[in-house]
């Protein structure tokens, strides 16, 4: 079958209407019920035990034209909405200046024609990213970055996933076998009543062993699209032509370079989030129009037309977040965390717990959030193992893998969509690519849960 010929993959907006008709759907299947909450610390989190039915509120199908709204008005959806668009336009400008461009020309003659030097580029790229993601949580950031990475990859031969892979499935692995990460791990143990990052030692072999996988997997991939014809992109032209690297556009990726030093210092020190991280590319982009002379009026334009790029990814990403809106609506969130944990009873342990890292992978469709789905989840499954003759380390374990796996293919999460839609990959099309990948990882991932229940002392 010829390209032209072959079917196309649903676009990622039909995709995320289809679920968000799912969802509606389900609130008239899936009896409404309601935890307490109470408090631990800051956090909001659920009261084991207290379960109960209550009246059902199925979503009406009209919902299907008003949920999206609320999904671009809701609080953290907005912000991610905000930050894509601030992102592309302070990314636009940088690019304009062309020296986004003429880095990536010189890297690409300093690696020359030897494929094996241009191939060390991914773990390099990629170890960086996965500690990004062991230590402080690396996620949205990863819109930064793919930015800079798909044009690199397009220039040394490999295609948009390539590009896309080095930053996501990159801090994806580090993210879900974190040691550190204390958006995951931190809360987990927390209300697991664990030491914070105890268990580190197992946690540090499989990030090691996760990071290594993503990396022969994208490298072979890499290998084998080698001196193929890159499809073309109307979204990183403006950044492939050669340019020659003035002291005006080593200024600007000097720039550049402190900037996403300051985010990871930032970040891990000063608890930034978003909004910060927003304001600082802003501001890396206003000093990138300065230092690269690239005048006011073209640097407004530049802006203009990348946050112009980013319309169909916050599309994506506000539809995305109504899913979980409608879900909440019809309150039936707490009727499937709670036959979730009912499911994980009466089976042995070593089974149990790959019954929670199961439960965990799915329920991150309902909560796309990490932080979000430890306080609903933990303070259920850290007495349910207890219960269950499991160690708490192993069901924080299943939580985290749970939730980092699933990332790379939930049509819920903001982050997810808005990647694929920046890199303009079909969401069918990534699914075929991360498929076997992600068969490795959860394999891998159940192996060190097994070794989590029956030989190592946490």
Do not use: C
């Not at 676009?11 to 307490?36: K, N, Q, S, Y």
């Not at 671009?72 to 912000?79: E, G, L, N, P, T």
């Not at 430890?374 to 007495?383: E, F, G, K, V």
């Not at 099309?429 to 159940?446: D, F, K, P, Y």
């Amino acid at each position: 079958m010829t390209p032209a010929s072959a079917p196309r993959a649903p676009d990622a907006l039909l995709i995320v209407l289809v679920v968000l008709l799912a969802a509606i759907g389900l609130t008239w299947v899936v009896p409404a019920g309601e935890f307490e909450r109470g408090q631990s610390g800051s956090r909001t989190v659920v009261v084991p035990g207290t379960y109960r039915s209550v009246e059902a509120q199925p979503v009406s199908w009209h919902a299907v034209f008003t949920a999206p709204m609320k999904g671009f008005s809701d609080k953290d959806a907005a912000q991610i909405i905000g930050f894509v668009l601030l992102i592309g336009g302070a990314f636009a400008v940088i690019n304009a200046t062309g020296a986004i461009s003429a880095g990536i020309h010189r890297l690409v003659r300093l690696a020359g024609d030897s494929p094996g030097r241009r191939r060390l580029i991914i773990p390099m790229l990629m170890i960086a990213f996965s500690i990004g993601g062991n230590t402080f949580g690396m996620s949205e950031e990863v819109l930064v970055f793919i930015l800079i990475t798909i044009p690199l990859a397009r220039r040394l031969g490999w295609d948009a996933i390539v590009g896309t892979a080095i930053p996501f499935v990159g801090a994806g692995v580090g993210f879900a076998g974190a040691a550190f990460n204390p958006f995951t791990v931190g809360i987990a143990q927390g209300i697991s009543e664990l030491p914070l990052f105890s268990g580190w030692p197992l946690r540090m072999a499989l990030w090691a062993v996760l990071t290594a996988v993503a990396i022969l997997y994208v490298m072979r991939y890499a290998a084998r699209i080698e001196g193929r014809p890159p499809a073309p992109s109307a979204g990183d032209a403006s950044v492939v032509a050669e340019e020659p690297l003035t002291a005006r556009r080593a200024g600007v990726l000097a720039l550049l370079g402190a900037g996403i030093l300051l985010l990871v210092w930032g970040v891990t020190k000063w608890d930034w989030y978003i909004v910060e991280i927003a304001g600082l590319f802003l501001a890396i982009g206003i000093g990138a129009a300065f230092v690269g002379g690239l005048g006011a009026n073209p640097a407004a334009q530049a802006f203009a037309s990348g946050a112009r790029d980013m319309v169909t990814a916050v599309v994506v990403i506000g539809l995305s977040r109504s899913v979980l809106l409608v879900m909440q609506e019809g309150r039936i969130v707490d009727t499937l965390l709670h036959a979730a944990s009912q499911a994980v009873g009466g089976l042995p342990a070593v089974l149990s717990v790959q019954v929670m890292f199961a439960v965990q992978f799915g329920l991150n469709f309902v909560v796309p959030s990490g932080s979000g789905q430890a306080a609903l989840t933990m303070p259920i499954m850290a007495p349910l193992s207890d219960l269950l003759h499991i160690p708490r380390q192993a069901a924080v374990l299943a939580f985290q893998l749970g939730d980092g796996f699933s990332n790379f293919v939930m049509p819920t999460s903001g982050v997810t969509m808005g990647v694929l839609s920046i890199a303009r990959i079909p969401f069918g099309t990534w699914l075929r690519w991360v498929g076997w990948l992600l068969v490795w990882l959860v394999a891998i991932g159940m192996a060190f849960l097994a070794l989590g229940v029956t030989v190592v002392r946490w």
